[in-house]
T-cell receptor
Framework: KAGVTQTPRYLIKTRGQQVTLSCSPI?????VSWYQQTPGQGLQFLFE???????NKGNFPGRFSGRQFSNSRSEMNVSTLELGDSALYLC??????????FGPGTRLTVL | SQQGEEDPQALSIQEGENATMNCSYK?????LQWYRQNSGRGLVHLIL?????REKHSGRLRVTLDTSKKSSSLLITASRAADTASYFC????????????FGQGTRLTINP
């Protein structure tokens, strides 16, 4: 099976802009989770979607949002970008059996 | 905030030696998982151990879990240069819950 894919792999934006990141899970996986990784805060859970519904949410401001489509693909959106949003954004999919399979990540740089 | 605390933060050993990394956590868990990350890329799942298990093996990996001490260890035997990476523990509070809480990681360097 193909692994989790994320697009784009790299992104440069300026403060105040918005960005949309995409994640395609492993075929058959219905759960998609998003994480933010920064040198200072480490890996932090953003949210999880299952069957197009947000099932879990981390402690991030409302500028961070996401959605899941009927084919389980997911997008996350960050509006009004801040410098501190620069990070590696990781998507993970799961067959709902605890183990998560991560994609290569999208590295977002906010200038 | 991070639930897991990993120790040491960095570890450098010679190829062929064993590497041990420790992880402590704060609240009750359903499972604990170890992941590897190479140079800021995606995470690779290594092993999952459930709260009712004490030890698990996978190839050169051995994981222990002590729920009374809220701690876990990952042992990599006969290390190889390709094992150079960052290693993270992550805890899952409920079965099937996809919200993992990660530690800060241990940076492992294997010297040839």
């Amino acid at each position: 099976k193909a692994g989790v894919t994320q697009t784009p792999r790299y992104l440069i934006k300026t403060r105040g802009q918005q960005v949309t990141l995409s994640c395609s899970p492993i075929s058959g996986h219905r759960s998609v989770s998003w994480y933010q990784q920064t040198p200072g805060q480490g890996l932090q859970f953003l949210f999880e979607y299952f069957s197009e519904t947000q099932r879990n949410k981390g402690n991030f401001p409302g500028r961070f949002s996401g959605r899941q489509f009927s084919n389980s693909r997911s997008e996350m959106n960050v509006s009004t970008l801040e410098l501190g949003d620069s990070a590696l954004y990781l998507c993970a999919s799961s067959a709902n059996l605890d183990t998560q399979y991560f994609g290569p990540g999208t590295r977002l740089t906010v200038l | 905030s991070q639930q897991g605390e990993e120790d040491p933060q960095a570890l450098s050993i010679q190829e062929g030696e064993n590497a041990t990394m420790n992880c402590s956590y704060k609240t009750s868990i359903n499972n604990l998982q170890w992941y590897r990350q190479n140079s800021g890329r995606g995470l690779v799942h290594l092993i999952l151990i459930r709260s009712n298990e004490r030890e698990k093996h996978s190839g050169r990996l051995r994981v222990t879990l002590d729920t009374s001490k809220k701690s876990s260890s990952l042992l990599i035997t006969a290390s190889r240069a390709a094992d150079t990476a960052s290693y993270f523990c992550a805890t899952g509070k409920e079965q099937g819950a996809q919200k993992l809480v990660f530690g800060q990681g241990t940076r492992l360097t294997i010297n040839p």
